[in-house]
């Protein structure tokens, strides 16, 4: 049972440069989400999934877009990378959305990206 | 105004010593409550659910005050592994989907 699991653990990218940062869950848990995490900012919350097929908005989505295909992965794409977008990427899952019951989101290790 | 603020840090205790962190939240309509540790470098963990008649969890402790919109998390007997930065994070349901909000966090050095 490996959790939540997150490739690549660091990404130096171009500005411009495309590419997908992937998430893995193997806890048959519904809900998945992507949160960017920036000093002094707490974690924001990009994009978030109820459930295979379907991806909602969060609170800092633009420049950023997301698929669930397969209940167990989510995906986060950067289709032009900006330095503004530096930051690290945690990836997290749980079985029913936090509010509903006091259920624990789990976090993947991380993604540390850096466009240049 | 941030949603969620926390105590700004970092706080420095010796070992042994109570330490108590505050976070206040602006959004009436907030639902669930929790408090999460992050090691540096590490991802997020939950510490502890909140809930309104307060829970305790070994030397740890948390509060919550509805009508002041306020939780608390205590520390006793602080360990030199109790140093992380500690995150206070609120939940509620929109419709269509939910928000939950991170605080900033706040840190903590225990020193022997």
């Known amino acids: 049972n490996a959790g939540v699991t997150q490739t690549p653990k660091f990404q130096v990218l171009k500005t411009g440069q495309s590419m997908t940062l992937q998430c893995a869950q193997d806890m048959n848990h519904e809900y998945m989400s992507w949160y960017r995490q920036d000093p002094g900012m707490g974690l924001r919350l990009i994009h978030y999934s109820v459930g295979e097929g379907t991806t909602a908005k969060g609170e800092v989505p633009d420049g950023y877009n997301v698929s669930r295909l397969k209940k167990q992965n989510f995906l986060l794409g950067l289709e032009s990378a900006a330095p503004s977008q530096t930051s690290v990427y945690f990836c997290a899952s749980s079985y029913d959305p936090a509010g509903q019951s006091t259920d624990t989101q789990y976090f993947g290790p991380g993604t540390r990206l850096t466009v240049l | 105004r941030k949603e969620v603020e926390q105590d700004p840090g970092p706080f420095n205790v010796p070992e042994g010593a109570t330490v108590a962190f505050n976070c206040t939240y602006s959004n009436s309509a907030s639902q669930s409550f929790f408090w999460y540790r992050q090691d540096c470098r590490k991802e997020p963990k939950l510490l502890m659910s909140v809930y309104s008649s307060g829970n305790e969890d070994g030397r740890f402790t948390a509060q919550l005050n509805r009508a002041s919109q306020y939780i608390s998390l205590l520390i006793r007997d602080s360990k030199l592994s109790d140093s992380a930065t500690y995150l206070c994070?609120?939940?509620?349901?929109?419709?269509?989907?939910?928000?939950?909000?991170f605080g900033a966090g706040t840190r903590l050095f225990v020193k022997a």
């Open positions: 994070v609120v939940s509620r349901y929109l419709t269509g989907g939910f928000k939950t909000i």
